[in-house]
């Protein structure tokens, strides 16, 4: 593990997390300073973000003053310089999630959130251009939330027997 | 629908409304504010800040002085379903926006409902060209989550796979790149000696494309006899004729022109989109997860990571040109060091029995059944594992919840983050520069929409 950037926000809750340097789990009011901090301390790359939709597991196991909610977005930084890893995953919330944007800090992230909203519904403050990316533009719902109807839209098989 | 009785010509507007997407198109200067205007010609990532000279952003430019065109979603040189919305300026091109998820097919969410063992089949199918990279790096989150120890010829035989794939996607790439600036001759040799790889692939996994060869635990199936000779022969066919790709190509003027200087991309930027792989090596950035972040034996093989200068076109064609001599050199040392031993965990748990202790024991049986029905089960946890994929890192986070299937499985695909990059190329060069431009960023579409 390594330590967390002199100029993050103090408080924020770290710990271990398989196959990264550092996991972090900050609030959303901590989620944009300490990710800028990270930037500051060498941390050049976005690599990553997605959304994780725990609607089956809102009790999961977290580390002490987290409070697991059911949307969460995970961030994967990575520093060239210093050959590290380090994973932040902040807790979007329960029913309209919103997290702020890193668009401002890593331009790069652009796309990954409008994924994340697009298959997720979460919202990003002040991303530039929320639109859906994958999905068509009148799709209705976020297909990758565990609630979702799967089958809801019937296919139809040019070669398949008619309904009896 | 529209009335077929109308003439094409007098349902434009209908036309345009039956393929708009929204918002998620480019839209027409007049209705586009300058922040935004500003962001799709790349002005934010200027250290300064966003600036908007004019003459940068053109924002005072009328809209009839400008023509918004669509190329794709199905033209040959898209390498796919790629749409590209491009704003033009006669022939030079002043904004770009890709539109995508033209090849959506869901495959996270596929991935969601089959078991960790049938889960292979599923993410081969994102990157089509390189499908190894993607069974390794999904291969190897769920042994990180399950903590298992994968035997030494099954690394190794790993290693060799993923970099004779990475030599045939290369070669895929030099072929179609050769193939959209009119040098055809190219194309067909580039698959030619594609199917040298492939046809290995075939011997020894059973299937050309989308094998599902590597499995978490270890490889499906172990090499075939002799296959030393079979992939010498490969070796020593590819490396003898990239240097007559060099007579064809690199030293060709029309070929130079059109690659030397064109869509240049900085460190800088290229850092701040996320981009990696060859596109960001070309910056000058010696940044290749083999090397730096070395993960199956990367660290005992001797080979070098190649960089470019001026992160232009012929920057990214002689990185990929090299890459393939040097991943013809890695598998020459895999032929040698290669170790005997077990092809595969030999976890009950997670390995399926070998066929003739199935009829003589009861345990093994049971292991088969369940191993089939259900799977195994992964302890619950979360892992980001990355690996270095033709294009670029290829990281797969997995969550698991203790299940047999993955609670979440997203694929953080090379070419959907590069795709960003593309604005940034495009903008100033002409039309035809837009095709080696798409062609150089080297994007699969089954892997940017998964």
Redesign the interface.
Known sequence: MIPLPLTAPPGVVTAD????DLGCFPTLEEYVPLVSAFKDDGF?????L?G??YL??LD?PMPDFVIPTRFEI?V?L?S?SK?Q?V?IRVQAGNNDPTVDTL?DL???????ER?AFD?YGVLFNGH??L????????WEGH??RKDYA?GKIPVQFKEAPGPR | MSDPTIRVAERVELLAAET?????GLQAHRVTDT??LG?EVGA??RTSGLTLDPNDVDFDRRDDETMIINMGPAHPSTHGVLRLMLELDGEFVLRTKPV??YL?T?M??TGEVLSYVQGGTNVTRMDYVSPISNELGYSMAVE??LNIEVPDRAIWIRMMMAELNRVASHLVWLATNGMDLGATSMMIYGFRERELVLAFFEKTAGLRMNLNYVRPGGVAADLPDGWEDDVLVICDTIYERTFEYDELLTGQPIFRGRMIGVAPITAEEA??????GPLLRSTG?P?DLRR??PYLAYDEVDFDVIVGTFGDNFDRYAIRLNEIRESVRIVRQCIEKMPSGDYRSQDPKVTPPPRARIDESMEALIHHFKLFTEGFHVP???????IESPRG?L?C?L?A?GGPKP??I?V?APS??N??AVPLLMRGGSVSDAITVISSVDPIMGEV??
């Open positions: 997390v398989l196959a990264s050049e790359m976005c690599v990553d997605c994780v939709d089956e597991h999961r995970v994967n990575l060239l050959k890893r994973r668009f890593y331009p790069g992230t652009e796309a990954m994924e298959l530039p251009d639109t859906r990316i994958l999905m068509p533009e009148d297909p990758l799967v | 708009s997407e929204g918002a998620q922040d935004e962001r934010v990532l995508i998820g959506h869901g996270e969410k990180k989550l850092l701040a989109l996320g981009v990696t950035v940044w730096s972040m619950a946890g979360e892992v980001y594992s990355a890192e990281g986070y969550v919840d609670y979440r997203h953080r959907f983050v795709m960003q929409d998964r």
